[in-house]
């Protein structure tokens, strides 16, 4: 499985919502799959998961602000990301687990996109 992401950029508090997508070569409709974020000087943490039977779970950072869907398909996977402010700032990673259960812990995770900068500004 390759990801590869994209949507990220710079933006300002306020500004309308950002969709980070990560697309795969293939159907991944059986694994779990997850956005991480680490900014600068901190770990890698998982922000939200959707597991195989749609199930999701979100970080209490985020609960309420980002939502995380996939398409039809099964190929390309969405973080919206409302009400953004600069702790929000991070290098954003999307990442498959093939066991397709919800799991938070970024050790879990096989596969892994390149990563897409998102930065705001206050």
């Known amino acids: 499985v390759h990801l590869l992401e994209s949507g990220g950029g710079l933006v300002r508090s306020g500004d309308p919502p950002r969709s980070p997508c990560a697309a795969s070569?293939?159907?991944?409709?059986?694994?779990?799959m997850c956005w991480l974020r680490q900014a600068p000087g901190k770990d890698r943490v998982s922000v939200a998961v959707a597991a195989w039977n749609s199930d999701t779970a979100y970080a209490d950072s985020v609960k309420g602000r980002f939502t995380i869907t996939r398409d039809n398909a099964k190929t390309t996977m969405y973080l919206q990301m409302n009400s953004l402010n600069p702790k929000d700032t991070a290098v954003y990673y999307c990442a498959a687990d093939w066991r397709g259960n919800i799991a938070t812990m970024a050790g879990r995770y096989d596969y892994w996109g390149q990563g897409t900068q998102v930065t705001v500004s206050s």
């Open positions: 070569e293939r159907p991944v409709s059986t694994y779990a």
